[in-house]
Nanobody, 115 residues
């Protein structure tokens, strides 16, 4: 069965950095585009970044462009999100997602940015 397990979240001060990971199993990881989403308290879940199956193309939400970098290792079946220059408004639960006929989500990892 499809499984996505996020890790790497935590508490960081404004301006700090974190790298999230999403370990994938149960499907051919290298065949599918992947996405990172986030959901802040009281807000809808929003798309943060996406990457093609080969990793050759990426896209970002305007709010994170230039600060976040999505990448993947198809050899390790792992998706990454490198987050720099973090702001309090980046505080959210971060999820990875894959669409294989339907959407599959991980359990999420909490990122808190606060002084």
């Amino acid at each position: 069965q499809v499984q996505l397990v996020e890790s790497g979240g935590g508490f960081v001060q404004p301006g700090g950095s974190l790298t999230l990971s999403c370990a994938a199993s149960g499907f051919t990881f290298s065949s599918y585009p992947m996405n990172w989403y986030r959901q802040a308290p009281g807000k809808e879940r929003e798309l943060v970044a996406g990457i093609t199956s080969s990793g050759s193309m990426t896209n970002y939400a305007e709010s994170v462009e230039g600060r976040f970098t999505i990448s993947r290792s198809n050899a390790k079946n792992t998706l990454y999100l490198k987050m720099n220059s973090l702001k309090p408004e980046d505080t959210a639960v971060y999820y990875c997602k894959v669409r294989i006929l339907s959407d599959y989500w991980g359990q999420g990892t909490q990122v808190t940015v606060s002084s």
